[in-house]
């Protein structure tokens, strides 16, 4: 499975962003897509993931009522739609895909099989 992360940029703070990862190649093993975030000299972080079947969300708790993501299977497309953001939102996003519906924890990057490039979101005050 590959994946292409978009729509990052420059935003004030209390504006919205939707970020997109389209997804290719072996698309029919995708369980779960997740976004992850990393800060400069931080670790990677859970933001949100949707159960791709199912349309089950969830989500980090910094995030919770400000982000949504959803999906379009046509398409092969996840979508995080990112409103009220904050300074603290600055990073890099990435776009994950976990093939197992197993998996011990969503939460968890180490449970994710394949990434995306990133795109960089900076949220200025």
């Known amino acids: 499975v590959q994946l292409q992360a978009s729509g990052g940029g420059l935003v004030q703070a209390g504006g919205s962003l939707r970020l997109s990862c389209a997804a290719s190649g072996h698309t029919y093993s995708m369980y779960a897509m997740g976004w992850f975030r990393q800060a400069p000299g931080k670790e990677r972080d859970f933001v949100a993931a949707?159960?791709?079947?199912?349309?089950?969300?969830y989500y980090a708790e910094s995030v919770k009522g400000r982000f949504t993501i959803s999906r379009d299977n046509a398409k092969n497309t996840n979508y995080l739609q990112m409103n009220t953001l904050k300074p603290e939102d600055t990073a890099v996003y990435y776009c994950?895909?976990?093939?197992?519906?197993?998996?011990?924890?969503?939460?968890?990057?180490?449970?994710?099989?394949?990434w995306g490039q990133g795109t960089l979101v900076t949220v200025s005050s």
């Open positions: 994950a895909v976990d093939t197992s519906p197993y998996s011990a924890s969503y939460y968890s990057a180490r449970f994710y099989d394949y």
């Open positions: 949707i159960i791709w079947s199912t349309d089950r969300t």
